[in-house]
């Protein structure tokens, strides 16, 4: 075996030494990256992913609600429509705690009850307090809808940003780590600028799928409240005739 052959197996041993000390030298999977970046990355990355899982729960949290809520204005407006009387339907949903166009019914139906048990003459003010009452239960009503929708809208609008500040962060630090070993080796620059696109990727994680729920959820709510507004409307126009009905046989 001549000098020259010894020499490149050499070369080729050192050169396998040299590639396996920089795999081992730093993992490279995700939880890996998140390991090795700095602290303010770090704190990025764990409030995306708080904002992210925080998001996936209201979201299943809505879906539920909505689902439900439907379900109920159903079964509502089909004992409504049954042309069973107002009277009996109150008293059935007297004991319970009703929502929806349920609570819209209780609260225009107590009104009702308490201003003719308390003899009462202008049957405009009476029609004026039922209306009244009707938009201060329909807007309760609509808030429970939106509840939290705003969190995923924040979520949505906001999350890219703090992920690019992440990464800006991380990318500033791993500009000082090449400065101060003086290589532009890529073994030595990719790491840091992985760890940095990380926080990114989180936010665009936690940002989509937000944006994507926070329309959905919306027009769902905005059909929900336009039925309460309906019902609301009709129920209203039925009091004002048993109104009519109850003065003139006075």
Known sequence: M???????ISSAFAQGVETGTLEAAGDHSLIGLFIQAGFIV????IGLLIAS?????VMVDKYILFAKTTRQFNRFEDVFWSGRSLEELYQSLADKNPTGMGALFMAAMKEWKKSFERGAHSQIGLQTRIDKVLDVSLA????SLEKRLGFLATVGSAAPFVGLF?????IMTSFQAIAGSKSTNLAVVAPGIAEALLATALGLMA????VIAYNKFSSDAGKLTSRLEGFADEFSAILSRQIDEKTSKR
């Open 2 to 8: 001549d000098v020259t052959t010894i020499f490149a």
């Open 42 to 45: 770090k704190f990025v990355m």
């Open 53 to 57: 899982v925080w998001s996936w729960g």
């Open 140 to 143: 309760r009503e609509s808030d």
């Open 166 to 170: 992440g990464t800006v962060v991380g």
């Open 207 to 210: 940002a989509i799928p937000a």
